[in-house]
């Protein structure tokens, strides 16, 4: 599995009923993007219909400037399933027959140009949807005391946190983790020469690579997380539903119990990892008494 990092380890904010389920069946949810509490995650900016008009008339320029003035532009028709670089390559040769102003003034071909386009991306659209239905994801952060993630994902402090070992023999996912960029606008699926290059067959676009890149861009609200992800994606999971991988025992390093715990909750939970998961550290996080921050004191 590839790495994109050197780490060795990462962290899991949880509630106290989750934190007892992983310790008790060593299992790790992966959710869908569509769950996730944050609506803006996973989106990018892409040509919406207002668009398509101008960048079909961009495309006609571009096809009568390739065909008719540039010798030196080869239409890829390798993966070409419509059949467009193919008669983009037909007219080129044609075009000592073709008269050039016989191109540009026939209307039908922008229209039918920007109706294609409507329509393609009608196509798009739906197949993004699809893609993050099939889409699953995995959230780590990269601190274990961060008082706002304490507060988010561990319902007020009564869950805990996992220490996540990221062990190389093991080929554990925490392996492929990425880090989350944050910016202010929505990730750019490509730029208009890019759609164009690709519409032209002439470079296209690995739109699966490019939306999964896109996975790991959030909002810069978001950046006191400072979280990490592995994203996966497979036709094969059911649609909109958390998936639950097993890891090896090896890979639960510690566990953190949250400062507002009750006391019933870590009697259980002591319990279950001396019956499961016996080599796994626990702590108990405490209230900084003179600053703004958590402790941690060691229990076993």
Not at 18 to 36: E, N, Q, T
Request: net charge negative; with cysteine; glycine share 4%.
């Amino acid at each position: 599995m590839p790495g994109y990092h050197d780490r060795d380890y990462f962290y899991k904010y949880v509630t106290k009923d989750v934190a007892k389920l992983i310790i008790k069946d060593h299992k790790l949810r992966w959710s869908c993007p569509l769950d996730f509490n944050d609506p803006f995650d996973h989106q990018f900016a892409f040509i919406g219909e207002e668009r398509i008009e101008a960048l079909s008339v961009q495309l006609i320029q571009r096809i009568q400037e390739y065909v008719w003035d540039r010798d030196d532009i080869k239409f890829d028709t390798t993966n070409d399933p419509f059949g467009f670089g193919l008669l983009l390559t037909q007219l080129k040769q044609m075009k000592n027959k073709i008269p050039r102003e016989e191109f540009l003034l026939d209307e039908s071909i922008l229209q039918q140009t920007i109706a294609s386009g409507k329509q393609a991306l009608i196509n798009f659209n739906e197949q993004t949807r699809l893609f993050l239905l099939q889409t699953r994801v995995m959230c780590l952060a990269e601190e274990n005391d961060n008082l706002l993630m304490w507060s988010h994902y561990t319902e007020a402090h009564t869950g805990a946190v996992f220490k996540l070992n990221a062990i190389e023999k093991l080929d554990v996912p925490f392996l492929a983790a990425r880090k989350v960029e944050y910016s202010t606008a929505y990730p750019v699926l490509a730029t208009d020469e890019e759609w164009l290059n690709h519409l032209l067959y002439i470079k296209r676009i690995e739109f699966g690579k490019r939306r999964l890149d896109l996975c790991y861009v959030k909002s810069k609200d978001w950046r006191y997380e400072k979280e990490w992800r592995i994203s996966i994606t497979s036709e094969d999971y059911p649609l909109n539903d958390a998936i639950y991988y097993e890891e090896p025992s090896e890979v639960f390093g510690a566990i953190y119990l949250g400062c507002r715990m009750p006391q019933r909750d870590k009697e259980q939970i002591m319990k279950l990892a001396s019956q499961s998961l016996p080599n796994m550290e626990i702590w108990q996080a405490i209230q900084g008494k003179k600053a703004y921050k958590i402790q941690f004191e060691r229990l076993r």
